[in-house]
């Protein structure tokens, strides 16, 4: 499946995103959609992901109750809305997809859509 990841802009601190992933060519059908993101100079973390039914989320601690991820499947896209944002946030975000995995490691997910930069002003 390939994967497009948009919304990604510059911010002010404490504002709000909506990230989204779609998928070209295919259907999302059964796959479990994971968000990541890459500081600069940093390793690419795991943020959030959804599996399939969408009634399983899941986040890293340093976003929850700021971020929520969800997906409309008719449409074959995944969102992850972005609240009380931080410069901490600054970071490209990569979608990835799987349909077997559904963990926090990089390696689980076979597909990767391109990455959209978010940048939070302080």
């Known amino acids: 499946v390939q994967l497009q990841a948009s919304g990604g802009g510059l911010v002010q601190a404490g504002g709000s995103l909506r990230l989204s992933c779609a998928a070209a060519?295919?259907?999302?059908?059964?796959?479990?959609i994971a968000w990541f993101r890459q500081a600069p100079g940093k390793e690419r973390e795991f943020v959030s992901r959804i599996r399939w039914s969408g009634a399983s989320t899941y986040y890293t601690d340093s976003v929850k109750g700021r971020f929520t991820i969800s997906r409309d499947n008719a449409k074959n896209t995944v969102y992850l809305q972005m609240n009380s944002l931080k410069p901490e946030d600054t970071a490209v975000y990569y979608c990835a997809a799987d349909t077997y995995y559904s963990g926090t490691a990089l390696y689980g997910y076979n597909y990767w859509g391109q990455g959209t930069l978010v940048t939070v002003s302080s």
């Open positions: 060519g295919r259907t999302f059908s059964g796959y479990t």
